[in-house]
């Protein structure tokens, strides 16, 4: 709360300021006019990934742009919410906070002003603040060669940060109140400092939501300041500062996914019954099953006394200078300081105490002619981690969620305790490495990903584009990324030696391009691109194996792409058309440490049309997600092992128990939790010049939940509405209903299918959300 009394007390300032100052220039738009601000990319440049200011319809990837307009009218608040107007960007739930997003059916990188940022541990990390950004870049494939090497490789959404106006004052506060006592506040203001050559911008912003969840909330505050300066008309500088502090709920959804909850909403119940006759959640547990009942959707496995929150903060520099007429140069500096503290009632456990991650790259641009231009880059990236992790306790599928809280909570045994190391009082972790206590050969500690890393990233990339006639043109590029990396353990067991290793690794990356105008409106491209990635685990950093050595499979992840695809944009026409085909390999990271192949090839689409009168926008989207005759592995093989045989009239129990951990031999299967087909629309039309109405969907076709293909989420649809008003050029109301159908919708809990057969994610029913926006 201490920062949201400082937003409040920067809102009533600035209003006053407004208020108090007649002579602050309004500036007067015009119905057509507006859409100067339009709700389709076809007029956007996109600069960082591969060079400055280049043009949609200039890059040989598929790419999304989505501006500051369309992240309010598409109601984007959430990586999520990407998959309104971005094909194939289906994603998980992230445990109900996305940290990534998820491209082509695999995780993503999240990059801002260029530069990646920590988010978490995959797909369970910290949720994004929108405060401080503008415009988000959502490019298909690995980062190209100026990025560099990376650690997630679906694709990549980069956030651009809000810059000042340097020109006039402006400002506006955002208000707004949901269902589930969820409200929020924001003031952004900017001006000049000297007009013309520098200015400031802050944005400051509250959020307090209740949730329709069992045991949920998020609350959250974010102050974000940025300066600009242009001293000359060769030289700009961009400075932007985010101080980002956010509780929020681990929400698991709804164990036990059977094909009954996700058609009927029906539950089966029963507490589990470990091995030895303990009724506490762990593994190998079978339940026999007392009943069938139909679960509220809003009772998820959740516990009041669960700890998750995180504060981070955020500096970035972009300084631009150009020497000469053929030479410019682009330096870029990034530092970001992450801690996270969660503690849950299940033994999960997961504290980084302390990450560090600084960055510097510097591009240099050579245009030879007006037909041939290099880059050439020099990257250097620091990441320094401290954490804690322990997860090997965790046991959901025997959890009775219809009972008392106590069957949510595992404490733990002498014998779990004696496998761990005491953190601080009553919480246990992972050790960083493996120790032989005994010398009995065997290591005697139960791991996860427990570690005190530092690495070095140190790259060289060079790209050339060329224009070769007025139709045809080439982009190729290469990169090589030295990697010094260090692991050790932070919590050794008592009277061991604190286990330690490095190791040193070269990874390269490469791309090739070539574009070609079929006509003025049409160009065709072809582009590939190879890349060698690490694997990750909490906030970027390297954990030890059971042989206490840096595995060199954190080094193995080799990521290939083939896109072909068409772009269509005609200078006289409204429309924005464009469709890629492409076939994808990429390697997921198992928990285990171990990579499994994944390759996926298929077809997207999208079109927009935006006039002042109305606009609209389509997105369809076909992807086969296989197993790359890789093995992989799953919390348990399925749902129907926890349970017994003794209610056949319920579930045909197998009796095995669970979790039980289970693996699967290298095949093709198909990939699960991802759907192969879906579609998205939005639209939207001005009733009369101050009121205007919306419409939005996405439809997904069914897939399965789980590796062995025993329970699936049906063909599944929401629809959204809104409706905005102006009572003048200042002032707003906005209101948006989401799942206005009230569909009973179901999404996978975590990317990589591991939960499948274990957890289900219940979407939200119908809610509203008003919002009112004052521009001064």
């Known amino acids: 709360m201490k920062y949201a009394f400082l937003a409040l007390s920067i809102c009533v300032s600035f209003a006053t300021l407004a208020k108090a100052n007649s002579d602050i220039e309004v500036i007067h738009v015009s119905a057509d006019k507006l859409k100067a601000n339009p709700l389709s990319p076809k007029d956007a440049s996109v600069s960082g990934p591969f060079g400055d200011d280049l043009a949609l319809i200039d890059i040989a990837r598929a790419i999304t742009p989505i501006n500051s307009d369309m992240i309010e009218q598409l109601n984007i608040s959430t990586l999520q919410d990407i998959l309104a107007v971005t094909p194939n960007s289906y994603a998980a739930s992230g445990f109900g906070a996305s940290s990534l997003p998820t491209l082509r059916g695999q995780l993503g990188e999240l990059y801002q002003d260029g530069v990646r940022r920590q988010a978490g541990n995959n797909g369970f990390g910290i949720p994004v603040s929108f405060n401080a950004i503008e415009q988000i870049d959502v490019v298909k494939g690995a980062p190209p060669v100026l990025f560099g090497s990376s650690q997630r490789n679906g694709g990549f959404v980069n956030l651009h940060s809000k810059t000042p106006n340097i020109q006039s004052s402006q400002g506006k506060v955002v208000l707004s109140a949901g269902r589930w006592d969820q409200y929020s ?98 593994a190998n547990a079978v339940v026999s099953p007392t009943g069938q009942v139909v679960i509220p959707r809003s009772q998820v496995l959740t516990d009041p006394d669960n700890i998750n929150n995180a504060t981070t903060y955020l500096l970035h520099s972009t300084y631009k200078r150009q020497l000469n007429d053929k030479t410019s140069i682009k330096n870029i500096t990034y530092f970001q300081h992450l801690q996270r503290e969660g503690i849950a009632q299940n033994s999960f456990v997961e504290i980084i105490d302390g990450a560090d991650t600084a960055q510097n790259r510097t591009e240099l641009n050579y245009q030879w002619d007006q037909d041939q231009s290099t880059i050439f880059a020099f990257d250097v990236r620091y990441n320094k981690v401290k954490g804690y992790s322990q997860f090997t306790t965790e046991a959901d599928l025997p959890i009775d969620l219809t009972g ?190 171990s990579n499994t192949g994944i390759r996926t090839q298929g077809f997207e689409a999208q079109a927009f049309y935006d006039t002042a009168a109305y606009w609209f926008s389509v997105g369809y989207s076909y992807i086969d997600a296989r197993y790359d005759n890789s093995a992989s592995s799953q919390d348990s093989s399925q749902v129907a092992d926890a349970f017994d045989n003794s209610r056949p009239d319920i579930i045909n129990g197998t009796s095995i128990g669970a979790p039980n951990f289970a693996s699967f031999a290298p095949s093709t299967q198909r990939v699960q939790g991802i759907p192969e087909q879906s579609v998205s629309f939005n639209g939207g039309v001005s009733i009369t010049d101050n009121w205007d109405v919306g419409l939005g969907g996405i439809y997904t076709k069914s897939y399965p939940l789980d590796y062995l293909a025993t329970v699936y989420i049906r063909d599944q649809y929401t629809l959204n509405v809104n409706s905005r008003y102006s009572f003048n050029e200042q002032t707003s109301l906005r209101l948006d209903i989401s799942n206005v159908t009230n569909q009973d919708n179901w999404r996978p809990v975590f990317e990589g299918g591991y939960f499948g057969s274990t957890l289900v994610y219940p979407e939200l029913p119908i809610h509203a959300k008003l919002t009112f926006q004052h521009n001064f």
């Open 185 to 282: 506040a924001q003031v952004d203001y900017s001006a000049p400092i000297v007009e013309g050559e520098s200015g400031f911008r802050v944005s400051a912003e509250h959020i307090d939501n209740g949730s329709y969840y069992d045991y949920s909330g998020y609350e959250s505050d974010s102050l974000f300041a940025a300066l600009r300066f242009l001293p000359d008309d060769k030289t700009s500088w961009d400075l932007n500062f985010e101080l980002y502090q956010v509780d929020y709920t681990d929400n698991a959804g709804i164990n036990r996914p059977t094909q009954a909850l996700i058609d009927d909403g029906l539950y089966i119940t029963g507490q589990g019954v470990q091995p030895n006759g303990s009724t506490i959640a762990g």
């Open 404 to 593: 008392p809280i106590e069957n949510r909570r595992i404490p733990l045994t002498e014998e779990q305790q004696a496998r761990l190391v005491e953190l601080r009082p009553g919480v246990f972790v992972s050790p960083g490495g493996q120790y032989d206590l005994n010398n009995d050969g065997r290591g005697d500690f139960s791991l996860s990903d427990t570690t005190n890393s530092t690495s070095w990233q140190t790259g060289i990339a060079i790209q050339h584009d060329s224009r070769w006639t007025n139709t045809l043109s080439t982009n190729v590029g290469y990169r090589l990324d030295y990697y010094d990396v260090k692991a050790s353990d932070p919590i050794a067991p008592l009277g061991q030696v604190a286990a330690s290793d490095t190791i040193d690794e070269i990874l390269h990356s490469a791309q090739a391009s070539i574009n070609y105008k079929l006509t003025p409106e049409l160009t065709s491209y072809i582009t590939a691109s190879y890349n060698q990635a690490t694997s990750n685990s909490m906030a970027g950093g390297t954990v030890l194996g059971s042989d206490n050595k840096i595995s060199d499979q954190n080094f193995a992840t080799d990521n290939t792409l083939a896109e072909v695809g068409l772009k269509y944009s005609p200078d006289d026409s409204a429309w924005y058309i464009d469709g890629a085909l492409f076939n994808q390999r990429r390697s997921l990271r198992n928990r285990d440490g």
